[in-house]
């Protein structure tokens, strides 16, 4: 299985970008799909999560800036960021649950600045 994400870059503060993030490979009954984020010097934190139902959970930092979608049929999920701030800089990861097994991508990075 490999996740291939892509969508980053740099963008000024105030700005958009999109992510996205597509599973190849035998991959089977995905559970569930999320973003999460690791800035220089800094541990890797949730950004957001969907389930296979669609349930989705953001961290509270975002104040519902970002929105996650997913479409399991293409064993993708998506990352709409608006409103980027400095602090989104970050290499971001997508990952992937299916089976009891949680597959991650290799990590795409943003930038956000002047």
């Known amino acids: 299985v490999q996740l291939q994400a892509s969508g980053g870059g740099l963008v000024q503060p105030g700005g958009s970008l999109r992510l996205s993030c597509t599973a190849s490979?035998?991959?089977?009954?995905?559970?569930?799909m999320g973003w999460y984020r690791q800035a220089p010097g800094k541990q890797r934190e949730l950004v957001a999560t969907?389930?296979?139902?669609?349930?989705?959970n953001y961290a509270d930092s975002l104040n519902g800036r970002f929105t996650i979608s997913s479409d399991i049929a293409k064993n993708t999920v998506y990352l709409q960021m608006n409103s980027l701030k400095p602090e989104d800089t970050a290499v971001y990861y997508c990952k992937i649950n299916a089976l009891g097994m949680g597959y991650w991508g290799q990590g795409t990075q943003v930038t956000v600045s002047s």
């Open positions: 969907i389930t296979s139902g669609h349930t989705t």
């Open positions: 490979g035998s991959i089977y009954s995905i559970s569930k």
